[in-house]
């Protein structure tokens, strides 16, 4: 997987995979490798190569801001997947008529954050998927009204399908 994280305004590429609790691939095209196991919900425990341990914390803001932390540093970041449709669309800016929100992998759905017909705003998580032991929330592209939610708390989802639609 290649994600894009901005970390206090510079982009760094994230190349990713996963073997058992390894994590390994680049960053910026320096290797890296680690073993992280979740202690709790939204915590990892992290070990590097060298046996270094960091617990790294994901908390979302009253403001919908995403922040790590590590440690005691708190760091304000935003982790784009580039080959999801959603990043592409709001890269492009399209924002007229209503607006899907597809799953960007194979996962599991955890939890509805907005039910249908309810409003949402620009930027708030609508619906939350679990894949690979990490819970993605998954933002309104858009400010509007929640049409549809096609998918329940505990369905299992593929990559590429409508989970809610935003008019």
């Given at each position: 997987m290649v994600y894009d994280i901005v970390i206090s305004e510079k982009t760094y590429r994230v190349e990713i995979a996963r073997a058992g609790s390894r994590w390994s691939g680049k960053i910026d095209g320096q290797p890296f490798d680690v073993d992280a196991v979740p202690t709790a919900r939204d915590i990892l425990s992290i070990i590097e190569g060298e046996g270094k341990a960091y617990e790294v914390k994901r908390e979302r803001a009253l403001n919908g801001e995403l922040h790590m932390l590590v440690g005691s540093s708190r760091y304000s970041c935003e982790?784009?997947?580039?080959?999801?449709?959603?990043?592409?669309?709001?890269?492009?800016?399209?924002?007229?008529?209503?607006?899907?929100?597809?799953?960007?992998?194979?996962?599991?759905?955890?939890?509805?954050?907005?039910?249908?017909?309810?409003?949402?705003?620009?930027?708030?998580?609508?619906?939350?998927?679990?894949?690979?032991?990490?819970?993605?929330?998954?933002?309104?592209?858009?400010?509007?009204?929640?049409?549809?939610?096609?998918?329940?708390?505990?369905?299992?989802?593929?990559?590429?399908?409508?989970?809610?639609?935003?008019?």
């Open positions: 982790i784009n997947d580039p080959r999801s449709l959603r990043t592409r669309r709001a890269a492009a800016g399209s924002t007229e008529g209503p607006q899907k929100i597809v799953a960007p992998m194979p996962g599991k759905v955890v939890r509805i954050l907005v039910p249908q017909g309810g409003e949402v705003e620009v930027g708030k998580g609508v619906v939350v998927v679990e894949a690979m032991k990490m819970q993605n929330e998954l933002k309104s592209p858009k400010s509007g009204k929640v049409q549809k939610v096609l998918v329940s708390e505990g369905a299992t989802v593929n990559a590429g399908d409508t989970l809610a639609v935003i008019e």
